[in-house]
């Protein structure tokens, strides 16, 4: 059983900073790409932020300057930073991992976990 339970959200005004973290629980052979999407109300869900396994990261163009995302192979953790935090940036954001496990090969989601941003 492979699980990512994230932690860190919560609310904050504009221009404060949070953190967000996830953890890679359970037998796994290996992980590759992790980051995290999010999810406002009524909109989409997005890329924020990924970390490849070989050590690139991407950020969507609205977090870029903003957030920075930093993982540990050796706990196979991926964090986000995310500082000058703006009313947009609320939503619920979710941890994901390509992770290999047992014969497989996909993406494993964590639970989600609400960040607010009040003006």
């Known amino acids: 059983q492979v699980q990512l339970v994230e932690s860190g959200g919560g609310s904050v005004q504009a221009g404060g900073f949070l953190r967000l973290s996830c953890a890679v629980s359970?037998?796994?052979?290996?992980?590759?790409?992790m980051g995290w999407h999010r999810q406002a109300p009524g909109k989409q869900r997005e890329m924020v932020a990924t970390f490849t396994g070989g050590g690139n990261t991407n950020y969507a163009d609205s977090v870029k300057g903003r957030f920075t995302i930093s993982r540990d192979n050796a706990l196979n953790t991926v964090d986000l930073q995310m500082n000058s935090l703006k009313p947009e940036d609320t939503a619920v954001y979710y941890c994901?991992?390509?992770?290999?496990?047992?014969?497989?090969?996909?993406?494993?989601w964590g639970q989600g976990t609400q960040v607010t941003v009040s003006s």
């Open positions: 994901y991992a390509l992770i290999s496990h047992q014969v497989t090969i996909r993406n494993y």
């Open positions: 359970g037998s796994i052979s290996r992980v590759y790409t």
